[in-house]
């Protein structure tokens, strides 16, 4: 049986199964996925993980710190929102806001999430955006961090 070995750079919302497929009727002979490896997801890349082995010898010698990413760099691609300290208690206690009381929504809302951060960089909750109502609602929120 032939294989074809692909990689593909693509956005989200791309269905490499949907292009496997159509590429096998292009060819007139059928095609299905066998594997999958996601190489890069953000700032993520396979390259730069590490074994559970490392991470126990990290975590039993120490220094497992250095290893980890700031919350900033995983929600990079988030919309950043800045929030004063009555809102981000609310927000904290999962309550949802309307946007005039957390900030403008911002240009890219469209894809309907954001993160708040105090004004001292504080992360303080991913939300989501209800675009009919123009309502924040808390997706996850953090506690404050010492």
């Known amino acids: ?6 990689e593909v750079e693509c956005g989200k919302g791309t269905y490499l199964r949907s292009i496997a497929h159509e590429l096998g009727q292009a060819l007139g002979c059928g095609a299905y996925l066998r594997n999958l490896t996601r190489l890069r997801y953000g700032p993520f890349a396979i390259d730069d993980a590490l074994t559970v082995a490392s991470l126990e010898e990290a ?4 220094g497992w710190e250095r290893l980890l990413h700031p919350m900033s760099v995983a929600l990079g691609h988030c919309q ?14 999962g309550l949802s806001l309307p946007s005039t009381a957390v900030g403008p929504i911002p240009d890219d809302a469209s894809c309907g999430a954001a993160c708040a951060y105090t004004e001292d ?4 909750a991913v939300l989501r955006l209800d675009v009919e109502t123009q309502v924040w609602h808390p997706r996850k929120v953090f506690p404050v961090s010492n």
């Not at 049986?1 to 692909?6: A, D, F, G, N």
């Not at 975590?59 to 120490?62: I, V």
């Not at 950043?80 to 206690?93: F, H, I, N, P, S």
């Open 121 to 124: 960089n504080g992360l303080v």
């Open 80 to 93: 950043r929102l800045t929030v004063g300290e009555e809102v981000a208690v609310k927000l904290r206690q």
């Open 59 to 62: 975590f039993c010698l120490g």
């Open 1 to 6: 049986m032939p294989l074809l070995t692909l």
